[in-house]
């Protein structure tokens, strides 16, 4: 079958017909459909759905291949009717846009609250009572063994920024990232680290 490759209508929309031929061929499990799909609009829903919603460009690349996989994996639930499919996208967009923004928002809160506890404690408090002393000491290990089993750089995002303390602004020099891109190599350090730990 030949997709329809026509230049997009007035409003940047493809026609229903010719959408309709893209999502026969998606249902038929046709891989340049997606291509196709994507082709219209992938930029579009890129700048006009996800990029405002969360303006962290790494994230915003992964939402966007998000939406397309999702798209791919739910077309069976799609009616297309009189309205474009790209209205069902950017739902799609926006929503994993959104789901995205908090998680990365929990994730940095829950980051500079472990980063603030430390300063928090009063002054004078007692280091571990002894019998915590062998607990302390197995976490710590724990800690370390989860380090050694994910990505090198994000286990040096977690060590820099938690264990040693330091400053985003320095631990993005640190990486020789920005401090943006530093903020995305922690969310996504963070998430493999809940994954793996405790590792055993």
Known sequence: ???PDRALAAGGLASLDSEREVVEALRGGDQQALATLYGWYGDRLY???????LPIVELAEDVLRDTFRLALERID?????????FFWLRRIAINRALDTHRAHARAQRLEDKLVAEPESAPVGVAPPAPDRKVEVEETAALVAEA???INPRYAEA??????????REDCAKALGVNVNN???????????????????
Do not use: C, G
Not at 77 to 85: G, K, P, T, V, W
Not at 158 to 167: A, I, N, P, T, V
Not at 182 to 200: E, N, Q, S
């Open 147 to 149: 380090l050694a089993l």
């Open 47 to 53: 700048r006009q759905a996800i990029l405002p919603r």
């Open 1 to 3: 079958m030949t997709l």
């Open 158 to 167: 977690l060590r820099l920024r938690l264990l040693e303390e330091m400053s």
């Open 77 to 85: 639930q799609f009616n297309l009717e009189d309205r474009s499919i």
């Open 182 to 200: 530093f903020d995305v190599i922690l969310h996504r350090a963070t998430k493999a680290f809940r994954k793996i730990y405790p590792p055993r």
